[in-house]
């Protein structure tokens, strides 16, 4: 289960969603069309783009419940887009697991996750016209969003120069949209006031920036016991994040090169590139400017509530939940 703060029962939303994706038959033919869906769906993780629908559905009109299909539309095609990405990186593991593509082969990857696009969207069908139209609307947005962001990536890898700006974008497109389209999601479900909807997802945006520059800080400078991921990675992967970019802006010439040598490389042994390339990025302050950016957004995401015709213990939740979303500081 989730470790929450104790004002705000995340265990509540994470449950009754578990038991409803457990209800989900995914026994159906053809068998190897369904079969990888099942797999990657029953991974274990967070589940937190659905639990957001859930909560906002709750806060905004006091039901969850009915927000149960939207957020299993959510949880369904960011498993999508985690299978396809699989595939673009050659990814041979997933939360410790074989990934669809490595477990079956590259064409049931391909079409399975093309399927869960397809599925996310009739799980709408399950709501009125009206509510229908607005959820497909802001879905379809959501999902091409999602695609710009991928290729943004992609196009960074071989770019010799990326602007904070552009990165900057390419995770909002990338990660932040879903956030924030989750948290909208339940207000649409919740019949909420256009104010609220919009509030809310603008909350999400912030936060979902938030979080993945923190993702960032950490896959550099964490705890490789609590991280959960390789420490390193993205030096590894010679991605260029907001450290390696703000690094080249504010490194000197020496230091410039160094950085530019060590981007090249794909080794064997990566021990000596890490350490050069943090070592780097310290001398630049890079840390601290980074979560004083992690503490901007966050801020503004929280401010953000204080304009929503809700309750103050509600938008403590929300609060809560950006706080518990933060908290990994190791």
Request: proline fraction near 3%; hydrophobic fraction near 40%; charged fraction near 30%.
């Amino acid at each position: 289960m989730l470790k929450f703060i104790e004002t705000l029962d995340l265990t509540l939303y994470q449950t009754k969603f578990e038991e409803y994706l457990d209800k989900k038959n995914w026994n159906r033919e053809p068998k190897n069309l369904y079969e990888p869906i099942e797999y990657i769906i029953q991974l274990s993780g967070k589940r937190i783009r659905p639990i957001l629908t859930l909560m906002a559905a709750d806060i905004l009109s006091g039901n969850y419940t009915k927000a149960l299909p939207a957020a299993l539309a959510v949880e369904v095609f960011h498993n999508f887009t985690l299978v396809h990405d699989d595939i673009m990186d050659d990814a041979p593991l997933r939360r410790g697991k074989k990934t669809v593509h490595e477990k079956w082969d590259l064409n049931r990857g391909i079409l399975s996750g093309d399927a869960m696009l397809i599925l996310a969207y009739q799980y709408f069908e399950n709501y009125p016209p009206t509510i229908f139209q607005k959820l497909a609307i802001l879905f379809s947005k959501t999902a091409i969003e999602v695609c710009d962001g991928q290729q943004l990536d992609i196009d960074f890898e071989t770019r010799k120069e990326v602007t904070i700006s552009e990165y900057l974008n390419m995770i909002r497109l990338k990660t932040s949209v879903l956030v924030a389209a989750a948290l909208k999601m339940g207000a649409i479900v919740a019949e909420s006031s256009e104010k609220n909807a919009d509030l809310l997802y603008e909350y999400g945006l912030n936060l979902g920036l938030a979080f993945q520059l923190q993702d960032d800080y950490l896959d550099t400078f964490g705890d490789p016991e609590t991280f959960g991921k390789q420490v390193g990675g993205d030096i590894i992967e010679n991605k260029k994040t907001f450290l390696y970019i703000k690094a080249m802006e504010l490194s000197s010439p020496e230091d410039k090169k160094k950085l530019e040598f060590f981007y090249k490389q794909k080794l064997e042994d990566n021990s000596i590139k890490i350490n050069e390339v943090k070592r780097i990025f310290e001398r630049c302050d890079i840390p601290l400017l980074i979560q004083k950016l992690i503490e901007d957004y966050t801020t503004s995401s929280f401010n953000l509530l204080e304009k929503m015709n809700i309750s103050e213990s509600n938008k403590e939740k929300l609060i809560s939940f950006g706080a518990f979303l933060m908290g990994r500081n190791k």
